[in-house]
């Protein structure tokens, strides 16, 4: 317990009245103060607290969803092949028609009359290797010069277009080739791969 809050001595309770006595003859508002004290009014120090209750405005927090485009990602498998069916189609081409002799062949010094010659030969090779192993269509079904028209989304792959291409498809125009497809491929089965190598084999005369 403080000093403060010890009750004071009779002594000091005289002289508190004597000079409570001439401040409540000259200040009304202590005097009004006097009395409500001794009418039981607790002191403002001896009041309990009270409680005060402050609104504090509280901000709503709405959540937002925002959806995000994400672009798909196609994976592309890039098919690789084996050489062996390319070397297994020349070494055919080179058997039946002669053909990788004709193109290694330097023709600048042979007439015309001479190259068209192993020309047809070649030629006549070439087809038969193609009839007995592949089965070929046409891409486009209509006839060369017909007038076609290219729809939206159509196989650029399969169709080329030239000439004066502006804008998107549809594209209106004259079928300048049919194009070729292959529908069947039927090449021998090879029991050695690495002989496919040997387009030609070396010739020796005894």
């Known amino acids: 317990m403080t000093a403060a809050s010890q009750p004071p001595s009779f002594f000091s309770r005289i002289a508190i009245a004597i000079g409570s006595f001439f ?11 006097v009395l409500r004290l001794r009418a039981g009014e607790a002191l403002a120090a001896d009041a309990p607290p009270t409680e005060v209750r402050v609104e504090v405005p509280v901000e709503k927090i709405v959540e937002t969803r925002i959806e995000v485009p994400v672009e798909r990602v196609v994976e592309k498998t890039l098919e690789v092949h084996a050489p062996t069916a390319a ?5 055919l081409l080179q058997r039946q028609a002669r053909f990788v002799d004709f193109v290694q062949e330097d023709v600048a010094g042979y007439a015309d009359a001479e190259i068209g010659a192993a020309a047809r030969v070649v030629h006549e090779g070439c087809r038969k290797v193609l009839a007995e192993h592949f089965t070929l269509a046409p891409v486009r079904a209509e006839a060369e010069g017909s007038r076609v028209t290219l729809p939206a989304g159509f ?3 399969a169709v080329h277009v030239s000439g004066n291409v502006v804008g998107q498809p549809p594209f209106a125009g004259t079928l300048a080739h049919r194009g070729w497809q292959v529908e069947d491929v039927r090449l021998p089965q090879l029991t050695d791969p690495q002989a496919a ?4 084999q070396a010739e020796v005369e005894l």
């Not at 401040?23 to 103060?33: F, M």
């Not at 190598?197 to 030609?200: D, E």
């Open 87 to 91: 070397l297994q189609l020349l070494g």
């Open 23 to 33: 401040a409540i003859l000259g200040d009304a508002r202590l005097a009004q103060g």
């Open 155 to 157: 196989d650029a792959a």
């Open 197 to 200: 190598r040997i387009v030609a």
